[in-house]
């Protein structure tokens, strides 16, 4: 763990900004703003996604922003959560190779971490987990599916692969539909599942140096010898954490952990793309159908679908509910307020021939229509 300082500075840091950004040749890390909340939000979420309770547990120094505009890495900023100080991925800064001292328990790291060594054939034991650092927040899932792109960097490679030096990382994941091993907050009482994972691994195997190397999984393995851009021992390609089968509405919460394992030196951090948080819909209802389409429990009719952009409908329900027109990812394009009876609503011209939804939370709905402009 490497220490400096434990002060905030605020920093304007802007990823998409009416100024420009000067040009630069590698990595550049940022103190963090000092409001949490805005900084979920503004380097982290994306479409489809309404965040709360934001909470930041570790030392100032180990959270941060960053830019990276080479593509070297294959992510251009985001966040950096670091069991050290994350000014040392830069490569103009140095600093001691100390640890913070934070030396909470974290039984869930702890048991992700000692799923490695059975998983690929090991006998190692991670026997603890320092320097804990991380964030967790609530979010309100606007799709059935949830998606970020991240990756893991870490100094312990490659010297110390197959030890029980097993930096560890994972991304909690708690909420409706989930049954998870490890725990999660109160208002989530069916535990959580570590959604930070090797690809196609079956069972799903965490993320760690000893999983993901020059020898295994090496497909997903970046050795960084002799480069200018970041100072690391070695990193990973850009995963997608990925989750479907969430409830539409409701609330799910994440917990972004990492820790050293058994000691509390030499630095490990997972970098998160920012606007790359996002909730969407894969699991379409079925509906597409050139007759009328009847949504008895939403009391209401939709036709013709496919549609030129016009479409009909009857609503036998009551005044003021708030249809919304989204596309796949969340994005709300148009919205009208049904009143009971018949009527018409047209979709933007802007909007392009495709597959879009209706979706209303007053009726729990969330439904597939078709736009075809080349109808007759």
């Known amino acids: 763990m490497k220490k400096t300082s434990r002060f905030i500075s605020v920093v304007a840091v802007l990823l998409i900004s009416a100024f420009p950004i000067q040009s630069i040749a590698q990595i550049e890390v940022f103190d963090s703003p000092v409001d949490i909340d805005d900084m979920v939000q503004a380097y982290l979420i994306g479409q489809g996604v309404l965040p709360s309770n934001e909470v930041y547990y570790g030392e100032p120094e180990q959270l941060g922003v960053f830019e990276e505009p080479t593509d070297y890495i294959g992510i251009a900023g985001g ?109 989530f009482p069916n535990g959580s599942i570590n959604i930070a994972t090797v690809p196609d691994s079956d069972p799903p195997l965490p993320i760690t140096v000893s999983s993901v190397n020059d020898m295994l999984n090496s497909d997903y393995y970046v050795d960084p010898f002799d480069n200018d851009i970041i100072d690391i021992n070695g990193f990973t390609t850009v995963f997608t954490a990925f989750q479907t089968g969430l409830v539409y509405g409701e609330t799910y919460h994440i917990k972004i952990a990492i820790a050293d394992g058994s000691d509390i030196v030499l630095d490990s951090a997972v970098l998160l793309e920012s606007g790359s948080f996002m909730c969407f819909v894969t699991d379409i209802p079925d509906g597409v159908a050139d007759e009328s389409v009847d949504l008895t429990t939403a009391h209401l009719k939709v036709f013709p679908n496919p549609s030129s952009g016009t479409f009909n409908y009857q609503w036998t329900h009551h005044n003021g509910v708030e249809l919304k027109l989204v596309d796949l990812m969340g994005k709300k394009l148009s919205t009208i307020r049904l009143v009971p009876g018949s009527g018409k609503f047209t979709v933007p011209a802007t909007i392009g021939d495709g597959v879009y939804l209706l979706q209303s939370a007053d009726l729990s709905l969330n439904y597939k229509i078709m736009i075809e402009h080349g109808m007759n």
Do not use: C, H, R, W
């Not at 603890?128 to 100094?155: I, M, P, R, T």
């Not at 197959?162 to 409706?176: E, I, Q, R």
């Open 79 to 187: 966040i950096v959560l670091s069991t050290g100080n994350k000014m040392n991925l830069d490569m103009t800064e140095t600093y001691p190779d100390l640890s913070f001292g934070t030396n909470t328990p974290d039984s869930n790291l702890l048991a992700v971490a000692n799923l490695v060594p059975d998983l690929i054939g090991q006998n190692f034991t991670v026997s603890s987990v320092n320097d804990l650092a991380f964030l967790e927040f609530d979010f309100v899932a606007l799709g059935d599916s949830l998606a970020f792109k991240y990756l893991f960097v870490s100094d312990e490679y490659l010297t110390f692969v197959n030890t029980s030096y097993n930096d560890v990382f994972a991304f909690f994941l708690s909420g409706p539909g989930i049954n998870g091993e490890y725990g999660a907050p109160a208002a």
